[in-house]
């Protein structure tokens, strides 16, 4: 069974430096696309970035020129990489992959970390 298992949450003032990760782990899979979503308390989940296996990347508005992604494929693992950070940028962040397992090919879903922006 693939899992997906994100680190770097935390406390962090507006205009700091957040680096989450997230790592794929399993036997016997290929990752597709790869992706960070978010959401904050009373509003729906909403993609922040995502990236393909070739590394092309796409952005929401909100969060361009000032978040960063990127993957390393030898280590099954995507990072977001956020900087000047806003109190808005506040939510649970969410990795999803496309993966094809043994089992088939699928979207899954990573626990999810709090990113809490706050002086």
């Known amino acids: 069974q693939v899992q997906l298992v994100e680190s770097g949450g935390g406390l962090v003032q507006p205009g700091g430096s957040l680096r989450l990760s997230c790592a794929a782990s399993?036997?016997?899979?290929?990752?597709?696309?790869m992706g960070w979503h978010r959401q904050a308390p009373g509003k729906q989940r909403e993609l922040v970035a995502g990236i393909t296996r070739g590394g092309t990347t796409n952005y929401a508005d909100s969060v361009k020129d000032r978040f960063a992604i990127s993957r390393d494929n030898a280590k099954s693992t995507v990072y977001l990489q956020m900087n000047s950070l806003k109190p808005e940028d506040t939510a649970v962040y969410f990795c999803n992959a496309d993966i094809r397992a043994v089992d088939g090919r699928r979207n899954f879903w990573g626990q999810g970390t709090q990113v809490t922006v706050s002086s």
């Open positions: 399993g036997n016997n899979f290929i990752i597709y696309d």
